[in-house]
């Protein structure tokens, strides 16, 4: 018997997020997604996500207060912790690193999973992350072992949750590439750690961000 394929998002609102939430609307039966309040910065984004959620007519789009977070001072993402840096990640890990965030979130998106029967969780990871401990590929198949080891619908069907990262060693332009030939809204997607509206165009994301269109425009 064909059994659906289902996933659920990670959906932040911006570019590489979005991208990931075409592509699955392409490559999966039914998607949902999910996006997190912690207290972040730029909590501006999630007008954004849910903006998009509506636009790819998603099953249902999640929305997840993770408030322990606020308790945590040392992240340039957090509010109260330090200035975010207005410049490329310059150190092993970045002063914006939210510690243990994907390893949270997909836990989270884990519990969503294993109630639902989705076989597949969704994560726009990428090569530009990879300052960022749970953002490598051995924390992916690390998180996936853990995810399935722990769900009660792996042991009830015998079947598996993957988690599906199919930006892993790819670039932010090679993103932007994907998402202009699927038709990704970028217009719609917010990327900017500082959390200003208009964004700063100083902070790392907001330079990645930048880049990666400009490449696209270039081609």
């Not at 912790?81 to 939210?98: L, R, S």
């Not at 979130?105 to 969704?122: E, M, R, V, W």
């Not at 924390?139 to 042991?155: C, H």
Request: a neutral charge; proline letters at 5%; hydrophobic letters at 40%.
């Amino acid at each position: 018997m064909f059994a659906m394929k289902k996933v659920i998002v990670l959906l932040s609102g911006g570019m590489d997020s979005a991208t990931l939430l075409w592509l699955c609307k392409k490559e999966f039966d039914k998607v949902y997604a999910i996006s997190f309040d912690y207290g972040q910065k730029h909590k501006v984004e999630l007008r954004y996500a849910q903006e998009l959620a509506n636009m790819a007519s998603v099953e249902q789009h999640i929305l997840v207060e993770v408030p322990h977070y606020r308790l945590i001072k040392g992240s340039a993402l957090l509010e109260g912790g330090p200035e975010v840096p207005k410049e490329g990640y310059t150190q092993d890990v970045p002063a914006t690193n939210v510690p243990m965030r994907n390893l949270v979130f997909l836990a989270i998106a884990g519990s969503f999973a294993d109630n639902y029967q989705i076989d597949h969780i969704a994560i726009g990871v990428h090569a530009l992350d990879t300052p960022y401990p749970d953002c490598r590929v051995e924390f992916i198949t690390a998180m996936e072992s853990a995810l399935n080891a722990g769900s009660a619908f792996v042991a009830n069907t015998k079947r598996r949750i993957h988690l599906y990262a199919p930006f892993l060693g790819h670039s932010k332009a090679d993103i932007a590439r994907l998402g202009k030939a699927l038709g990704v809204p970028f217009e719609k997607t917010y990327s900017c750690y500082m959390g200003t509206e208009p964004p700063c165009g100083k902070c790392a994301t907001c330079l990645q961000r930048q880049e990666a269109l400009k490449a696209i425009m270039q081609a």
